[in-house]
Nanobody
Framework: QVQLVESGGGLVQAGGSLRLSCAAS????????MGWFRQAPGKERESVAA????????TYADSVKGRFTISRDNAKNTVYLQMNRLKPEDTAVYYC????????????????????WGQGTQVTVSS
């Protein structure tokens, strides 16, 4: 069992930066495939980024590529999402999610492939 707790959200002006953290409990975190998702009001949840167990493999949605960076520190049981050059359309509740198995190809973007989810953290970008 893995429990995930996100933090780091807040209000920021367009062009600014935020770093989200997702702290995990459980001894097996270091083996988990981790993802970040977001959901804006009135919209469907969308995938943002994902990272494999050792950080060697990362993937991003086109909408955030070049602006967001996912990373992890297994010694701290934490995965991060560094968000730069934020835009108003990045406003959403951001969730981290964990899968005990590697997600190949485009399956990383499917929320149903993840077994564990955090409660979310709000990110609001003002114009």
């Amino acid at each position: 069992q893995v429990q995930l707790v996100e933090s780091g959200g807040g209000l920021v002006q367009a062009g600014g930066s935020l770093r989200l953290s997702c702290a995990a409990s459980g001894r097996t975190f270091s083996t988990y495939f981790m993802g970040w998702f977001r959901q804006a009001p009135g919209k469907e949840r969308e995938s943002v980024a994902a990272i494999n167990w050792n950080g060697a493999s990362t993937t991003y949605a086109d909408s955030v590529k070049g602006r967001f960076t996912i990373s992890r520190d297994n010694a701290k049981n934490t995965v991060y999402l560094q968000m730069n050059r934020l835009k108003p359309e990045d406003t959403a509740v951001y969730y981290c999610a964990g899968s005990p198995t590697f997600l190949y190809g485009s399956s990383w973007s499917q929320g149903t492939r993840y077994d564990y989810w955090g409660q979310g953290t709000q990110v609001t970008v003002s114009s």
